[in-house]
């Protein structure tokens, strides 16, 4: 056998190799559950009719943004701590008036809001991976303060986009005999649908469209960023922020984005917020525009004249190379400059708004 013969028979046998290896990433990509279908394309022409963001079969930001941009941050050795980061064990509100206003951080950027008298649960990953399947991807490097059997009853369930930290097929299937109702933005609502919620449960919303639920309204606000859960179908469904107002306390969760002039719209199309609870952590130069720095969310709640703000999207899944606790440090450091208020509660902690100056530790110090 020459020598040609033998690397055409290697060459092959490799061909094979990463043809199969494409058709069962084709495969895995439309059948394992917790991808989820894309909206097809009478759902999109839906979605066109009802904001200008929806138009050559995907979604768009405001102005055209560039995904990967400059040069990345070196990894940092410190990008998860050394040891596991314990949760609070909550104090969750029991009897309740309209009046009331708590905060639960579960990590990353799911919380649970004690809202008046309702329970709102805000991008709920209970899972120990951030991702598709449970052997890969971000591993927690936190505890997790609730379980899903230990949550409450959840009146209104918030979804911000459709990214695997902030939507999670495992903790969604365990949660939604407790959820009365979803809000999410558009094409997320066939994630769901194909995951088994009843569709009568799901509300759809475009940015700045808004849903009265029980004297609370509930409205999308703009970010930017992307969305994706199959790298094949990007931006197949809107992303955002949401604000709540109950005529009592306003709420503002920015979800996901770089820093941009949402954050003065929303100031003068909805107020200034009494609650910010904004993106801080999973940031870096090389996509400086799709999520933001600390000084950029320091920066933000200028913008909104919040009267407290509390950073989340950061001290549970390492999606970075900065440090685990870059972000806090940051931000607060930010804050302080800029005579923002801050408040900074462990996981788990419950914090009543009227308490919520008392919560100002510097716990990440306990952890190297």
């Not at 990007?234 to 984005?257: A, C, E, F, M, R």
Request: contains cysteine; charged residues 25%.
């Amino acid at each position: 056998m020459t020598i040609f013969k033998i690397i055409g028979k290697i060459i092959l046998v490799l061909c094979i190799i990463i043809l199969a290896i494409v058709i069962v990433g084709l495969l895995f990509l439309k059948f394992y559950p917790s991808v989820g279908r894309s909206p097809d394309e009478k759902r999109g022409e839906s979605y066109g009719k009802r904001t200008a963001q929806y138009y050559d079969g995907k979604f768009h930001n405001e102005m055209e943004t560039s995904l990967m941009t400059g040069e990345a941050y070196a990894r940092d050795t410190r990008r998860t701590p050394t040891t596991r980061i314990k949760a609070e064990q909550p104090e969750l509100l029991s009897e309740r008036t309209d009046e009331d206003l708590a905060f639960t951080w579960i990590g990353h950027s799911s919380f649970l809001l004690q809202y008046g008298t309702k329970n709102i649960l805000v991008d709920p990953v209970l899972s120990e991976r951030s991702s598709p399947v449970s052997f890969a991807g971000p591993r927690r490097f936190s505890d997790v303060p609730l379980t899903a059997s230990q949550m409450p009853e959840v009146d209104v369930l918030l979804l911000s986009h459709d990214h695997y930290d902030h939507l999670d097929y495992d903790t969604i299937k365990s949660l939604d005999s407790k959820v009365e109702e979803y809000i999410v933005p558009l094409g997320v609502e066939i994630i769901l649908e194909d995951w088994g919620v009843e569709p009568e449960k799901i509300h759809t919303l475009a940015w700045w469209e808004n849903i009265e639920i029980d004297n609370i309204t509930y409205t999308l606000t703009p970010s930017q960023h992307f969305t994706g859960r199959n790298p094949l179908k990007s931006n197949s469904t809107l992303w955002g922020g949401y604000y709540l107002d109950n005529g009592i306390h306003k709420v503002y969760y920015t979800g996901d984005g770089g820093y941009n002039g949402v954050f003065k719209k929303v100031k003068a199309q909805l107020g200034a917020p009494d609650l910010m609870l904004s993106e801080c952590g999973q940031y870096d130069p090389s996509w400086a525009y799709v999520h933001m720095m600390p000084e950029e969310v320091a920066q933000a709640t200028i913008d909104t004249e919040a009267k407290w703000m509390i950073p989340v999207h950061w001290g549970t899944f390492c999606i970075c190379n900065h440090a685990w606790d870059d972000p806090i440090i940051r931000v607060t450091k930010a804050a302080r400059e800029n005579n923002l208020n801050i408040a900074t509660p462990r996981i788990g902690q419950t914090v009543k708004f009227e308490d919520i100056a008392s919560f100002n530790e510097t716990w990440w110090e306990e952890y190297k």
